[in-house]
């Protein structure tokens, strides 16, 4: 089994930047598509971005231009860089990883435990 597990979140003013991460702990086989979901108060969990492993980027309607999904593949990494924070952004946000972990599995879907983002206006 891997554990996912997320870092960077925190408390920032309304038109703040954060920079979540998100690292396995363990090396894995194959690492697939890498994901940002993110869980509003009130709302169901939603997709914020989504980054194959070719480097192919696309996001939720609602971010605008204000995040970027990237990922280091020798690190086996992901990061989602957030500018312009608003309120309505605060949640808990989540990473997810198609991946294999060995030779002998199959590509599952992992998710890490969550990170919290506030942002206050």
């Known amino acids: 089994q891997v554990q996912l597990v997320e870092s960077g979140g925190g408390s920032v003013q309304a038109g703040g930047s954060l920079t979540l991460s998100c690292a396995a702990s363990?090396?894995?086989?194959?690492?697939?598509?890498m994901a940002w979901y993110r869980q509003v108060p009130g709302k169901p969990r939603e997709l914020v971005a989504t980054?194959?492993?070719?480097?192919?980027?696309s996001y939720g309607d609602f971010v605008k231009g204000r995040f970027t999904i990237s990922r280091d593949n020798a690190k086996q990494m992901e990061y989602l860089h957030m500018n312009s924070l608003k309120p309505e952004d605060t949640g808990v946000y989540y990473c997810?990883?198609?991946?294999?972990?060995?030779?002998?599995?199959?590509?599952?879907?992992?998710w890490g435990q969550g990170t919290q983002v506030t942002v206050s206006s």
């Open positions: 997810n990883w198609r991946l294999q972990l060995n030779i002998l599995t199959n590509l599952q879907g992992y």
């Open positions: 980054i194959t492993s070719g480097d192919m980027a």
């Open positions: 363990r090396r894995i086989f194959r690492i697939d598509d």
